[in-house]
């Protein structure tokens, strides 16, 4: 307690920390994106290893003989989808009643927002398939899901003749704890919402879908497959789901060790895993596999069918089948027995998945950075804010003749009340201001989409990504004098008690962020907080503004969306950047209102409000 | 004053109105920080529906409310506007309290004391933190009946500084009917009624002995008659163990922002009971050194409890911290002496937007644990013992300048320094 009693170790300590602030900030700040680089580096991470007993030691034997049969399913189903223009319901429910399940079918209707041009769809209309093989050595209590997307055209034929494939011979085996779900869900993500939904018996998103007929035992885990293709080189493992949640990592580790087993090339964000960690390009082939999980966590939307189940507490992931020109090739009966015996092993399960991290980042498939070990990064990041907040606060409460404690202090005069009152107004102003036009930014483009497509040449899609940039646009230009209307000219105490708000604002939003989705949080802090710690009404304005603006939100998003590209060896010219930047702004407000993805709210509601404030700050006199 | 009273008062109904009808208020009303078993309103419901149906509602291990006040809901039903009533009525007496108190102090020193003009603003600063106090705002829409006990606890502090005994006793015995810990205020009570009537706290002195069992007569008799009361309306004993016997042994361990839950969720059964004495004697045992220090001072001093209180009872909520936080405003002539009230007030800041968070992490998400939750609530308690003995430091620290003079001098003449070791 010393510290916090001593008057003169804490003088010395803040005048330290103010007299220190603009280079402690700075050096805090390269710390942090140091320390984030450097978790890349092979030792510093953690090589993966199994920490669920129950699927750790058991010994099981693959046996899945009939790749090819489940291939010509697979074409059989294909043919019938042609004929029918979507999901053979019919085929399917007989093929799998012939198989040996209970078969049951699931309706649901759903009218997107607005259209969806990137998968060209508005009114979802679909059904989904599912038979559930009940679990012959034990009270049916607990379920596991295979699922496989009925896209249209012609993928992902070769995943469902697996999945029918495999339910055959799972039929036949006597080992089975648990009940296994067959899946085939149609029009992706909505159908599995929908089925999700139904299986939960709950209703977040204002979804049409019938009850469903059949339920087997609480979900433990899932996988979803995708393959397209009748020999595949590479299995990539898809990890994030919804909000930036990750499945726990036994889930990867299970996978991992089965393809090692196996000998399949296994693959994370489409990335192999190199053994040359201590070379350059090793090096940064393990940043841009972490970096390439960064940025698809942090737009939090689900990256597979899989990215759904994680919101009721079910473990999944998602399967990709890659068929590239290597020469490596891997045949369906392999990839069968691999999945065989994941599920092997899932059926082992005792207790739902728990043991290991639920919160890591992967440089690759064989190692991965905890919470323990990137959360410093962030803090780093966060404590600059703390350190401003800490310095404005200093600044405020001694004016000329204050020392810290206080004593030889001279009485505020009188009328202070109303000087507080004029300052309470000055703040509360861009405050409000900032929030309405927040919440203007989140209301007004679903709203007034159809206004716009009467007034102007444009689709209902376009109309709503153009309201969104438009009232963005329009919050710059709005509010930066507003607090002038009611206290007059703009005090000096003004603008640090404000900074001060908003300071403190940034810190404690991007903290709750951080928790939640490492990824957005730390990448908003590596935007905001130079903004938060440098801007003051003294700053040259056009060159601030400048600054300001290339560091908001939604410059943020369009440098992602071409760093995303960079990092997955696309580049784009900036003409189809920009083009992407406007999907992804749709794409992030239909994944709000469809699968209740809150990165848009967020942004919508705190993160740009927040912005706003230092926006004004700069703007303050 | 009265029209920034009533402006004040505008927003207050206008705010909580507002979430009243939105859709937040169901959300608001499940939240673990905001109700406690006690004095969640889904609780409230249950009882009433039992006791309309002829069941005894401390049947089951619902109702813990006392007697009183389900009789009271069974007539007032409209809970709405009672909170409002209530947060009206504490308001005005609010007011008229500090008007009342504000007497006391022009005695003090020169720089010290507080000019006339900060006193008379004071009370509306009161009604302020109070009504606008976002815990407040929330334990309100969730319509816990937390409310109520504050305002009854208010009450007695109004009637207590206004030198009324015997309704100070009355409204002492109602609150502690309500949940117990109130006890606790009875020295602060006696202290300052004895201050006021120029009785010396001297053991030796008849007139203090007396005034003592006067006091005592008159408190316990209310207690005995409230307690009567309840048995005579319920037709049963039922409630003593169910309402005393809950607070008491915490066998309700869902995680709130208290230090209890966790504690006890994980010890082993059979230390239950002393830990449960440990714990429970903890929240009273703050009374004796607490009014030996502050004996001068009583006003003070019910602070002090309030806040020890709020911090270590068994079931606390957001509520119960508003109300020592609504006397926040009364001491703002130590502002000058805090010294951690920038750390404490960001702490407190980040606490309560993360309670949520990892409440959301633990229960949906499942992807962070109890300790995730528990840790943000031992800060956010060590947070708020931090801003109490803050207080506690510069009220002392005020004191001895009030004795020794602002401008301390060493004996060499330079200017010295107070250090607390």
Not at chain 1, 153 to 163: H, I, S
Not at chain 1, 243 to 251: E, F, H, T
Not at chain 1, 372 to 391: E, W
Not at chain 1, 515 to 539: C, D, E, K, R, Y
Request: proline share 5%; glycine share 6%; aromatic share 14%.
């Amino acid at each position: 307690m010393g510290l916090l009693s001593d008057p003169n170790r804490r003088r010395a300590l803040i005048s330290l920390l103010t007299r220190l602030n603009t280079p402690i900030c700075i050096v805090c700040y390269m710390a942090g994106v140091a320390w984030f680089m450097g978790l890349a580096f092979e030792p510093f991470t953690l090589r993966t290893y199994m920490s669920e007993n129950a699927m750790g030691s058991t010994m099981v034997e693959e046996r899945f003989p009939a790749g090819e049969r489940a291939l010509a399913t697979g074409r059989e189903f294909s043919a019938h989808k042609k004929r029918t223009g979507g999901m053979p319901v019919e085929w399917l429910m007989k093929t799998m009643q012939a198989k040996g399940l209970e078969v049951f079918t699931q309706r649901f209707s759903r009218t997107l927002p607005f259209p969806d041009e990137n998968k060209e769809r508005y009114m979802v209309r679909g059904t989904n398939v599912y038979g559930i093989l009940r679990a012959p050595r034990a009270p049916r209590t607990e379920a596991l899901v295979l699922s496989a997307p009925c896209s249209p055209g012609d993928n992902n034929n070769q995943a469902v003749g697996l999945l029918l494939g495999l339910a055959e011979y799972f039929r036949n085996q006597i080992y089975w704890a648990k009940d296994i779900i067959f899946l085939v869900n149609e029009h992706d993500l909505i159908g599995m919402q929908a089925w999700l939904e139904g299986y939960h018996h709950t209703n977040t998103t204002g979804m049409d879908w019938s009850p469903l007929q059949g339920r087997g035992g609480s979900i433990q885990a899932a996988l979803s497959l995708e393959l397209s293709s009748d020999i595949i080189t590479s299995l990539d493992l898809v990890l994030e789901g919804l909000n930036g949640q990750l499945p726990n990592l036994d889930l990867a580790n299970l996978f991992y060790a089965f393809c090692q087993k196996i000998g399949v090339l296994c693959t994370i964000q489409g990335k192999l895993q190199r053994n040359d960690w201590d070379s350059v390009s090793g090096y940064s082939h393990a940043v841009q596999t972490m970096m390439l999980m960064v940025m698809k966590q942090a737009s939090g939307r689900p990256w597979g069918d899989h990215g759904l189940f994680l919101r009721y507490h079910i473990e999944a992931a998602t399967i990709k089948g890659v068929n590239s020109f290597r020469q490596y090739k891997t045949d369906a009966t392999t990839i069968g027995r691999l999945l065989e015996g994941m599920y092997r092993k899932l059926n082992n399960l005792l207790e739902r998945l728990h043991q290991s991290y639920f919160f890591y980042l992967m440089p690759s498939l064989s190692h991965f950075v905890s919470i323990g070990y990137y959360m410093p990064a962030f803090g780093l990041l966060a404590v600059i804010l703390l350190l401003r907040a800490l310095d404005l606060w200093v600044q405020l409460s001694t004016p000329p003749q204050r020392t810290e404690d206080g004593v030889t202090d001279i009485e505020p005069v009188r009328g202070t009340h109303f000087k507080t009152v004029a300052d309470l107004l000055s703040l509360l102003t861009p405050l409000v201001i900032s929030h309405l036009t927040g919440v203007a930014l989140y209301m007004l483009p679903i709203r007034f989409q159809e206004m716009a497509v009467e007034h102007f040449p444009v689709s209902e899609t376009e109309a709503v990504v153009l309201t969104a940039i438009a009232v963005y646009t329009a919050g710059l230009a709005l509010p930066h004098n507003t607090h002038r209307l009611l206290s007059g000219e703009g005090t000096e105490q003004g603008w640090r008690v404000l900074k001060l708000v908003a300071v403190l604002y940034l810190a404690v939003l991007l903290g709750c962020t951080a928790l939640i989705n490492f990824s957005l949080g730390f990448i908003l802090a590596l935007t905001l907080v130079p903004v938060a710690a440098f801007v003051t009404p003294h700053v040259p304005k056009v060159l601030s503004a400048f600054i300001l603006v290339i560091l908001s939100p939604a410059c943020t998003l369009l440098f992602s969306v071409f760093f995303f590209q960079e990092l997955q060896e696309m580049p784009i010219s900036f003409q189809d950047g920009w083009l992407l930047f406007l999907s992804v702004i749709s794409q992030g407000i239909l994944d709000h209102s469809l699968y209740g993805s809150l990165v848009y709210p967020l942004i919508t509601l705190l993160v740009y409000p927040c912005w706003l404030l230092f926006w004004n700050i700069l703007f303050w006199n | 004053m009265a029209a920034p009273l009533t402006l004040l008062l505008l927003v207050a109904v206008t705010v909580r109105a507002a979430l009243f009808r939105s859709s937040l208020s169901e959300l608001i009303s499940e939240r673990v920080e905001v109700v406690s078993p006690l004095t969640a309103w889904k609780r409230v419901i249950e009882g009433l529906a039992l006791l309309d149906l002829g069941v005894s509602p401390y049947s089951g291990d619902v109702f813990h409310e006392t007697p009183l006040t389900i009789y009271l809901f069974h007539f007032l039903v409209d809970y709405a506007e009672v909170t409002f009533m209530v947060s009206v009525k504490k308001n005005v007496f609010r007011k008229q309290k500090f008007a009342l108190e504000a007497d006391r102090y022009p005695l003090d020193c020169l720089e010290l004391i507080r000019s006339p003009k900060e006193m008379y603003y004071i009370p509306l600063k009161v009604a302020m933190f109070y009504l606008l106090n976002p815990f407040t705002i929330l334990s309100c829409v969730a319509k816990s009946t937390c409310g109520l006990n504050n305002a009854i606890i208010a009450l007695f502090i109004l009637s207590t500084i206004k030198g009324n005994v015997l309704l100070s006793a009355i409204f002492l015995s109602l609150a502690t009917y309500q949940s117990i810990y109130p006890l606790t205020l009875c020295a602060p009570a006696l202290l300052y009624l004895m201050q006021r009537q120029y009785i010396p706290v001297n053991f030796r002195r008849a007139s203090f002995w007396w005034f003592i069992v006067q006091y005592a007569f008159m408190y316990l008799g209310s207690l005995f008659v409230i307690i009567c009361l309840s048995f005579f309306l319920l037709g049963s004993w039922d409630y003593l163990p169910s309402v005393y016997g809950f607070i008491l042994s915490v066998p309700d361990l869902t995680p709130n922002i208290g230090l209890f839950w966790y504690f006890f969720a994980e010890m082993f059964e059979h230390f239950r009971l002393f830990f449960l004495c440990v714990f429970q004697i903890n929240v009273f045992f703050y009374t004796i050194p607490l009014s030996i220090k502050l004996k001068e001072h009583p006003v003070f001093l019910i602070f002090m409890q309030l806040a020890v209180i709020s911090i270590f009872k068994s079931y606390p909520t957001v509520g119960d911290i508003s109300l020592y936080m609504a006397f926040l405003p009364v001491w703002s002539h130590l502002h000058r002496f805090l010294r951690n009230i920038f750390l404490v007030s960001c702490v407190l800041l980040a606490c309560s937007a993360l309670f949520p968070v990892l409440w959301h992490l633990w229960i949906y998400a499942g992807s962070a644990n109890s300790n995730f939750y528990y840790a943000i609530t031992l800060l956010f308690n060590v947070a708020q013992i931090l801003l109490v003995s803050d207080y506690f430091y510069a009220f002392l620290r005020r004191e001895h300048h009030l004795t020794y003079g602002l401008y301390l001098k060493r004996k060499d003449g330079s200017e010295a320094t107070l250090v607390l070791k």
